[in-house]
């Protein structure tokens, strides 16, 4: 019998939880070290397509986060009030919309991990790492394994030290990101659970995506450029977002703690690996969050990278082969979303920028339908 394989994994996001439970439901150990000394997402809301949640379902996760997810149906477009266009999401269209808080999604991957096995280290500080295998953290202490990822996102030291960075971008608008209470009798009329992005560009270009999570917790992305200081500010300017959102008052009103804003920003490399050491998520590819995709496709990476990694012990070469098949799409998505925000363009879901959205992650070809939030089968996955 073959010795079990160890993989030392830098980051306990997203993209390290789905490569942690990945392999470790293929018998490898994992140890999974993480900077901060809590074990939380962010507070802010996130989307979750098709290809997500077929990833969610090969690691046992599935039914727990749509348990306490929204499906939205609808995306609304206004602008200045009027309605612009509106794009439906069901099953028979490919893909489904669901939403919900980062947390909610975070501790359905964190009890994953914890029914795998996975150690995760708190307060372990990643520092770099060497192609043959070893992680290196801040007391100077190595670990050596068969496999090492990189997924401590878009400042990543694993993908520093190995010089893997080709290009880093931030670009002129970013996002205030919140969570606050639904409000819906306050709002007063309306399809307050469609997803519904808010655009006024006068006398300022901002910009609110109005994103139910569940039944308690609304999710505010605010667009705003890095250069107006008074949109951007933390705490938040209240009667700024107020008069170009007036609409939104009684849950803007709400908006007086909590809060970040965050650049665009993108991150390309010369290539996803080195030797033994893989990088994934945001490490990798981070993208724009204009189509949502920037967790469903680090989570289907880490599966992927998993799967490359079954029928063969030489890991540099299923390395390579991971990244011929998993980065066009990623890159292609990545673009996409880049274009778009870019142009402050008006989202526009067709089959192009639903592509990713759209499709089968590798290592989920086989799964039957999917159980839908009410119960019933639907998509193209398993349950």
Known sequence: MSAQRHAEIAGAGFAGLTAGVALAQRGWSVRI????????????????????????????????????????????????????????????????????????????????????????????????????????????????????IGADGVRSKVRNSLGLLQERNIYSDGIVRVLAPRLKDELGPGAWDHVIDFWNMQPRPLRILYVPCNEEDLYLAMMAPVADKEATAIPLRTDIWIEAFPQLAPVIYKLTVGGRYDAYET????????????????????????????????M??????????????????????????????????????????????????????????????????????????????QGGSVE
């Open 33 to 148: 070290h993480e900077a901060s000394r809590e074990l939380r997402a962010f507070g802010a809301g996130i989307f979750i397509w098709e290809n997500g949640l077929r990833v969610l379902a090969a690691l046992g996760a599935y039914r727990e986060v749509i348990a306490g997810a929204h499906e939205a149906i609808s995306y609304e477009t206004r602008h200045d009030g009027r309605l612009i266009a509106e794009y439906r999401f069901t099953p028979d269209q490919g893909t489904r919309m669901l939403t919900m808080t980062r947390q909610h999604l975070y501790a359905a991957l964190l009890r994953a991990a914890r029914r795998e096995g996975i150690d995760i280290v708190v307060g372990s500080e990643v520092t770099g790492a060497t192609p043959a295998g070893s992680l290196i953290i801040a007391d100077g202490r190595q670990f050596q394994a068969d496999l090492v």
């Open 267 to 298: 991150t390309k490399l010369s290539r996803w690996s080195a030797g033994n050491v893989a990088i994934v998520g945001d490490a990798a590819h981070a993208m724009t969050p204009t189509l949502g995709q920037g967790a469903g496709t680090a």
């Open 300 to 377: 289907m990476n880490a599966l992927a990278l998993a799967v490359a990694l079954e029928t063969t012990r030489c890991v540099p070469s299923a390395l390579q082969e991971w990244e011929k098949r998993e980065r066009p799409l990623t890159e292609y998505t990545q673009d996409c979303s880049t274009q778009i925000a870019n142009e402050r363009r008006l989202s526009r879901w067709d089959p192009e920028t639903l592509r990713a959205a759209n499709y089968i992650p590798t290592g989920t070809e086989h799964f039957g339908p999917l159980v839908g939030i009410g119960g019933k089968p």
